[in-house]
Nanobody, 115 residues
């Protein structure tokens, strides 16, 4: 069955960096675009970044442009989100998403940015 498992979250200081990973199984990873979303407390789910099947095209939400980088490894069936210059407003649960015949989601990983 389709599985998406995120990792890499935790507590980080403002200005710091981290890399989230999402390992997938159960579908042909290289055939699907992938996305990262986040949901902050009391806020709606927000699309953070997306990447095409071979990584040739990416897109980012305005609040993270220039700070976050999405990438993928189609051999390792993994999508990444490199997060630099962290801000407290980046605090959220981060989810990876695959849109196959419906949306599939991981369990999420909590990222907290605080001094």
């Amino acid at each position: 069955q389709v599985q998406l498992v995120e990792s890499g979250g935790g507590l980080f200081h403002p200005g710091g960096s981290l890399r989230l990973s999402c390992v997938v199984a159960g579908f042909t990873f290289s055939s699907y675009a992938m996305r990262w979303y986040r949901q902050a407390p009391g806020k709606e789910l927000e699309l953070v970044a997306g990447i095409t099947t071979r990584g040739g095209s990416t897109n980012y939400a305005d609040p993270v442009k220039g700070r976050f980088t999405i990438s993928r490894d189609n051999v390792k069936n993994t999508v990444y989100l490199q997060m630099n210059s962290l801000k407290p407003e980046d605090t959220a649960v981060y989810y990876c998403n695959a849109r196959i015949w419906r949306d599939y989601w991981g369990q999420g990983t909590q990222v907290t940015v605080s001094s």
